[in-house]
């Protein structure tokens, strides 16, 4: 089956950013769009949703608010048209659970119609005529532009992969819901939110009682977010068209210093964990070991006769150390790589000295192809754009980015906010 229909833009995979993507070229009449998603209905990390899970964003911060307020889709539209607005706002809260935008962007989802298409796994793209010839399973679509929100893969270091299963698992794994840790000794690996998010639940017995919890981290502690106001100016757009005009070379770095900007731990959720674990440790006198390592690498790991032998690296002992495990949760976050279905352009896409792609300031790639069919990425130019590039914080502004650059004129107002409180100089 193929369909005879050229859009101006096709969307491959529909996660929160192109979610926010199609939700502002729904309001724009130039911009004839379609969102192809392999999953059945949209899901958001849902192994990840713990009861006790929060965003780190203003609940201001959704698909659409920050450059198009009076969208339909808003989060505040979300709560009056499903009838919780002021039950939501006597709550209180700037935040949200994650397991609440989830159903926000499902709503937004299912809203959207037929501008998305559930249910259709892209094989390849490739590009013919000045158009782009998308292949799903279902049919074949053409599109002047493209744009990939295809989400990464998990990150697992090299030691675990051999044996990753029911009892090796990266933490955004069908198994973390089915895990059984009742009598078990536990490691968690990871120290960022989603590690202690993990550790925690494990504590409160999610799964079953632990024999013994242990996190390991790479970090100094489980270190919060950075999150003052000086701090969020580089989730503004003023702070990422600065950054953007500087030399690569200067990016790097840049990025790494703001590490706990965007990948901290949540102060109030660390403050709760530090409560449990006295409480735990100290009143209810539990004799389990229940440990935080940090300063860890995990760099072995073998199977024993009734466990797995694991040796960390003690980078403040400088020494190795020995442990084993039941289970191993890898909350070691996540990894990018060109996806699969970009095979067949590859060799039209050029890349940095790093691997990386090579990014234009409207979020499209740079490559040999016509100028007015563009490749438009998601959440991989973390060091053209900046640290927020893979948080929610920008997706608006970034989405009406996008729809600008289509339209050649400023459909929505990208331009027009005041300049940040910290002044780096003139480009």
């Known amino acids: 089956m193929s369909t005879e229909k050229i859009y101006d833009l096709i969307g491959i995979g529909v996660g929160p950013f192109n979610l926010s993507l199609a939700a502002h070229s729904s309001q724009v009449d130039k911009?004839?769009?379609?969102?192809?998603?392999?999953?059945?209905?949209?899901?958001?990390?849902?192994?990840?949703?713990?009861?006790?899970?929060?965003?780190?964003?203003?609940?201001?911060?959704?698909?659409?608010?920050?450059?198009?307020?009076?969208?339909?889709?808003?989060?505040?539209?979300?709560?009056?048209?499903?009838?919780?607005f002021y039950s939501f706002m006597n709550t209180g809260r700037k935040s949200i659970t994650r397991k609440e935008f989830e159903v926000y962007c499902r709503w937004v989802a299912e809203s959207l119609g037929d501008k998305i298409a559930f249910g259709n796994k892209v094989n390849n793209i490739t590009h013919k005529n000045n158009l782009f010839v998308i292949e799903t399973n279902k049919a074949v679509f053409t599109a002047k532009n493209i744009c990939l929100g295809t989400g990464l893969i998990p990150s697992v270091p090299k030691c675990a992969r051999d044996f990753i299963g029911d009892e090796v698992f990266h933490a955004k794994s069908k198994q973390l819901a089915t895990v059984n840790l009742e009598g078990k000794n536990l490691v968690v690996v990871g120290g960022g939110q989603t590690g202690v998010e993990v550790f925690r639940n494990a504590l409160n017995e999610k799964w079953g009682r632990p024999n013994s919890i242990k996190l390991i981290t790479t970090r100094a502690n489980l270190e919060?977010?950075?999150?003052?106001?000086?701090?969020?100016?580089?989730?503004?757009?003023?702070?990422?068209?600065?950054?953007?005009?500087?030399?690569?070379?200067?990016?790097?770095?840049?990025?790494?210093?703001?590490l706990l900007a965007s990948d901290g731990n949540t102060p109030e959720y660390l403050e709760e964990l530090y409560n449990e674990l006295y409480l735990v440790k100290n009143i209810h006198r539990d004799e389990r070991k229940i440990e935080i390592?940090?300063?860890?690498?995990?760099?072995?790991?073998?199977?024993?006769?009734?466990?797995?032998?694991?040796?960390?690296?003690?980078?403040?002992?400088?020494?190795?150390?020995?442990?084993?495990?039941?289970?191993?949760?890898?909350?070691?976050?996540?990894?990018?790589?060109?996806?699969?279905?970009?095979?067949?352009?590859?060799?039209?896409?050029?890349?940095?000295?790093?691997?990386?792609?090579?990014?234009?300031?409207?979020?499209?790639?740079?490559?040999?192809?016509?100028?007015?069919?563009?490749?438009?990425?998601?959440?991989?130019?973390?060091?053209?754009?900046?640290?927020?590039?893979p948080q929610l914080s920008l997706m608006a502004w970034r989405s009406a980015n996008v729809i600008n650059s289509l339209c050649e004129e400023e459909v929505y107002p990208t331009n027009s906010f005041k300049p940040n409180f910290i002044d780096y100089g003139e480009e």
């Open 293 to 389: 390592l940090p300063y860890r690498w995990l760099d072995k790991v073998e199977k024993g006769e009734n466990s797995y032998q694991l040796t960390y690296r003690n980078d403040f002992r400088d020494r190795l150390e020995s442990d084993e495990a039941d289970v191993i949760i890898l909350a070691t976050g996540f990894q990018k790589r060109t996806p699969p279905i970009l095979d067949l352009l590859e060799e039209h896409i050029p890349l940095c000295e790093k691997g990386r792609f090579i990014f234009n300031k409207d979020y499209s790639l740079k490559w040999d192809g016509e100028e007015t069919n563009k490749i438009f990425a998601f959440n991989f130019s973390r060091y053209g754009h900046g640290i927020s590039e």
């Open 224 to 258: 919060p977010l950075e999150a003052s106001p000086f701090t969020d100016e580089y989730f503004t757009p003023g702070y990422v068209k600065q950054f953007f005009s500087l030399k690569n070379d200067k990016k790097e770095s840049i990025v790494n210093y703001q």
């Open 31 to 84: 911009v004839d769009s379609l969102f192809l998603e392999q999953k059945p209905s949209f899901e958001w990390h849902r192994e990840l949703i713990f009861q006790d899970s929060y965003m780190q964003t203003s609940f201001l911060k959704d698909l659409v608010t920050g450059s198009d307020p009076t969208n339909p889709y808003t989060f505040l539209n979300y709560l009056v048209k499903n009838g919780l």
